[in-house]
DNA sequence: CAGCATCCCAACAGATACTG
DNA sequence: CAGTATCTGTTGGGATGCTG
């Protein structure tokens, strides 16, 4: 393990370039909405309304946008079923369930430290 | 390895409410400028101006705020000496090399992958 | 050098209404 | 059910100028 920002540097040069592809990709799977969708789909196919009952505040327009954008990126496939009524379904693809095992362990951490985090905060006398 | 969701749900419960310890950290360690300072200082310590230099396009109001945010989270330590001209050093914490530990993984996949993700997007026909 | 104060704007995000 | 369209507003964030 122990994985250095040196090597990154050296395997994909620019993390701290403007406009690099990595800062693109960063800004698309680490935004608000983009993680919990992709963690909403990590445990399975969900449907939009599931989606949307999953992801608790997410906006219509929100989810809309997050899902076209992962979909873009190729992280989540969409599959529309011709029924009436319409069911349309949401799945990681194989690039998103390896970006996911990545980010799983990450996002692990924070749940079982935020507590923590946040009671620094309120040591540190801020919101 | 292969951590589940389902997992995280049992541990700490509430992922997916709003205002959870959870998401407030997540929000504060996965915003845009958030990463970058958090990646740059994982080489090592750096004093503000070096720290500008560093994560290229940010402006001194983000990166003091984002500076003072991760230090309310108890990521990142401010060390300022009584110098003329001022001094100001900043670094990881112990819980800040923990977060970042998790981090790497991520980001170095996503650096390897930034260019075919984009390619994808390409294809989709977006921006 | 290290930063805070102020002004300002565009983009992101919420609410609502409508449609195939 | 699964969205799109539109309208509005909040705020993240840039530019500039000033201070210890």
Redesign the pocket.
């Known amino acids: 393990m122990t994985v250095s920002l040196a090597e990154i540097r050296r395997t994909s040069g620019e993390v701290f370039t403007e406009g690099c592809p990595t800062r693109v990709v960063l800004d698309h799977i680490m ?3 983009g993680v919990l969708v992709l963690l909403a789909l990590t445990d399975g196919t969900l ?6 009952r999953e992801v608790e ?12 954008q992962l979909e873009a990126d190729g992280f989540v496939e ?1 599959t ?1 079923y011709p029924e ?7 799945e990681l693809t194989d690039r998103g369930r390896e970006l996911m095992e990545r980010m799983l362990p990450l996002v692990e951490w924070v749940a079982a430290n935020a507590g923590d985090v946040l009671k620094a905060d309120l040591i540190a006398g801020r919101g």
């Open positions: 935004s608000k909405w449907r939009w309304g599931e989606l949307r505040g997410i906006s219509e327009k929100m989810l809309a946008s997050t899902l076209r969409r529309s009436v009524p319409p069911r349309v379904e949401y």
